[in-house]
């Protein structure tokens, strides 16, 4: 029998006739999900995505053409002004080191967020053992997570990398505010208070584009999001991973629509240059990138589309 909308209607007032379910059912539901931990394989480097969270984010925070949010909204079916967003970060395992990019927000964004340390503990990987933690930049949802849920230093045995540019303006230099956009203070704050310990034991390393944290493990500078805003690509043998951290915040709008910006972006111009010309290189040469802002595991390819972009994830691969 073929499913039609009619038979499928009929289906559904059929089951209504069945009996209710007993009160009691024989197992409560989980209520909770499970650690968000996904490993893909670039050449011989192990990468493991680990998510710290997921929300929304208003709808009103793009920039563009208010009016045509809605359509984008419907067409990636989630109907409403809250575009959902994810907080994901990447353990790479080079076979003798152990570099984390990004450490997720810690307690700074309440129960939405916070979930990398269970996440990490999950993929069966102590903190103590990782030698390098990369921060793409000072944003709370990347950096807060240098600091324990009890707010400790949370990789005591790492050197923490991030770019010259980025800690210079936001760690070093006067608190600037630019022009209608407030929120930089607290932006200011956050950030000084994850690094002050690492600065302090002077475990703060800063870098340029093009450096290599590890063999294959390389710095590509993305600026706009912020001055310093950094991409990190993973190459083994033939194989490659661009982790583009902020180039994209919401999958439904800015995929199809590049040049929408984001409240939070320094420099919105800027931001809107960077993600379109990262998004031609990425769908020209194929690469297989991974988002922060992605949902969970937001690994995939990105497609040249009727407008703009598709993001076409990785479906579960079982065997690495
Ligand atoms: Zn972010």
Known sequence: MSLTRRSFGLAAVGGALLPALPAAAKAPPAGAQTAGVYRVKVGTVEVTVLNDGSGALPTKFFSGDPAGIPKLMEAAFVPGDMAPTTFNEWLINTGDKLVLVDTGYSTGAGPMAGKMPKALAAAGVDPAAIDAVVI?????DHCNGLLTLEKQVAFPNATIHVNADEFAWWIEGDVKTPDGKPFFKDLFAAGRAAFKPYVDAKKVQTFKDGTEFAPGVTAVVAPGHTMGHTMVRISSGKDQLLAWADIVHSTALQFPEPERSIAFDLDPPQAIAT?????????????????????????????????GYAFVPVSWNANL
């Open 275 to 307: 993600r379109k010309k990262v998004m031609d290189m990425v769908a020209t040469d194929k690469l297989l990138i991974a988002g922060t802002h992605i949902g969970f595991p937001g690994v995939g390819h990105v497609a040249k589309a009727s407008s």
């Open 136 to 140: 793409t930049h000072i944003h709370p």
